[in-house]
């Protein structure tokens, strides 16, 4: 599981909101702050987008 608690965090309330297209909408996140040339906001979504896969993997969708 990813180590960064914040980004946990975010991909659980992310994926809460969006549901199943909460990957797709956390890659237009990622290519928005791309465009704008913030390539740290672009890697911060790139690693919501690892944790939100990890968690859909999980059986309760929650880290133990």
Known sequence: MTADLGIIH???L???L??????AEAR???AEMRAKGDRNGADTWLQIIVAIEELQR???GLPS
């Open 28 to 30: 237009i996140m990622a």
């Open 10 to 12: 975010s991909a659980s």
């Open 18 to 23: 969006h549901g199943e297209n909460a990957i």
């Open 14 to 16: 992310w994926l809460e």
């Open 58 to 60: 999980m059986p309760s």
